[in-house]
C-alpha cells in the first residue's frame, strides 16, 4: 500500500483540484510495481497561465530537461516534476500507444527512452 506525506498529498491534490489538466507521465504511469519512493512526474499543456500557477504553488524552474522532445520546461517542488509541453495532445497519444503494447514496463530506462523517441518520431509524422 502506498503511503503519502501531508505535504505530498497535499501538492497532489492542488493539481488534481486545479484547473490545469496535469497527465501523469514517467515511472509511476508506465510501471504497476513502482517503487514508493520515485518521483511523481505529470505533464501539461505550457502556457503562462499554468506557469505561473505552478510558480505561486511553489514550484521552482528546472535549468534543464533533455528527456522528451516535448518538454519546454520543466517546474519542481520536493519530489514532483511537472513538465510544460508544446503539444499536451500528442504526448498523450505516444502514452497510450506505449501503454496499449505495455512494452516500457519490459526494459529499463535507456531502452525506454529510446522507445519514446521512436513512437515521437513515428506519430510526428503522422
Known amino acids: 500500500m502506498l503511503t503519502l506525506s501531508d505535504s505530498l498529498l497535499s501538492d497532489l491534490l492542488d493539481l488534481e483540484h486545479s484547473r490545469f489538466d496535469f497527465r501523469l507521465t ?26 505561473d500557477w505552478l510558480l505561486d504553488h511553489g514550484y521552482t524552474e528546472r535549468k534543464s530537461y533533455s528527456d522528451d522532445p516535448h518538454a519546454i520546461m520543466v517546474l519542481e ?46 506519430l510526428k509524422s503522422t
Not at 520515485?38 to 499543456?45: E, G, I
Request: charged content about 25%; overall charge neutral.
Open 26 to 51: 514517467g515511472s509511476r504511469f508506465f510501471t504497476p510495481d513502482i517503487s514508493a519512493s520515485a518521483d511523481w512526474d505529470f505533464f501539461t499543456q505550457c502556457s503562462d497561465e499554468v506557469h
Open 77 to 122: 517542488k520536493g519530489c514532483i516534476d511537472i513538465q510544460l509541453v508544446d503539444n499536451a495532445l500528442q504526448k498523450t497519444r505516444i502514452q497510450e500507444v506505449l501503454l496499449r503494447h505495455d512494452v516500457m514496463p519490459r526494459f529499463g530506462k535507456t531502452t525506454r527512452q529510446r522507445l519514446w523517441a521512436l513512437a515521437y518520431a513515428l
